[in-house]
Structures are given as structure tokens and as C-alpha cells.
Nanobody, 125 residues
Framework: QVQLVESGGGLVQAGGSLRLSCTASGRTISGYSMGWFRQAPGREREFVAA???????RYADSVKGRFTISRDNAKNTVYLQISSLKPEDTAIYYC???????????????????WGQGTQVTISS
């Protein structure tokens, strides 16, 4: 079993930045593809970014150029650097992981086996 814990969320002004972290325990995630998703009130969970175990990345169009996903396998941690934040980025951000995800499937939340509890990101205008 893999446990994922997100951290780094908070309240920031529009235009600001945050770095979200997702730390895994129970098993190494070096062979896992990892993703970030978000869910705003009244909306479905949506794909934000993902990274394969060899470092290939994919981003939602709405965050390209503003968000960067990275991983540090030595720390069993995945990061999401979020910049130029907008009020519409307000959501709970979730980390997810699975060893079977490939580039074509990494945007689908249903393909991920392991999920964290989420961290709230709130952007004030």
C-alpha cells in the first residue's frame, strides 16, 4: 500500500505562487506515474499535471506555462510549482499515483489507484 500526503496549500493573492508537495510512504514511488488533480466546489475533479516514472510530463491547457510538476525519487516526493495564480485556480488539489499509468492515460483520474486527502489552495483577487 502507498499512502500519499499533500502539503503546501494555502491562501495567496492572485499572481502569487505556491509549491505543493506530495510525499509517499509505504513503498517507493520511483516506478510510479504521479498526477495532480483539482476539484473546485460544485465541479468535477479535473486533471492538472502528471509525470511518468522517467520524467515525461503532461499538463492541462489551463495551466501550461504556469504550473510545473517535478519529482524527487530520493525523497519519495512529487512537487507542483504553481505560479501566476488566478482566482479560478482555487480548489482542493489532490495527488495521485499508480504504477501502470502511461502517457495516454495519465489524464484520467479513474486510472490512478492511490490518492492523497488533498490540500486547499485559495486565490484571492
Amino acid at each position: 500500500q502507498v499512502q500519499l500526503v499533500e502539503s503546501g496549500g494555502g491562501l495567496v493573492q492572485a499572481g502569487g505562487s505556491l509549491r505543493l508537495s506530495c510525499t509517499a510512504s509505504g513503498r517507493t514511488i520511483s516506478g510510479y506515474s504521479m498526477g495532480w488533480f483539482r476539484q473546485a466546489p460544485g465541479r468535477e475533479r479535473e486533471f492538472v499535471a502528471a509525470i511518468t516514472y522517467i520524467g515525461n510530463t503532461r499538463y492541462a491547457d489551463s495551466v501550461k506555462g504556469r504550473f510545473t510538476i517535478s519529482r524527487d525519487n530520493a525523497k519519495n516526493t512529487v512537487y507542483l510549482q504553481i505560479s501566476s495564480l488566478k482566482p479560478e485556480d482555487t480548489a482542493i488539489y489532490y495527488c495521485a499515483g499508480d504504477p501502470t499509468i502511461t502517457i495516454p492515460t495519465m489524464t484520467s483520474p479513474g486510472r490512478y489507484r492511490y490518492w492523497g486527502q488533498g490540500t486547499q489552495v485559495t486565490i484571492s483577487s
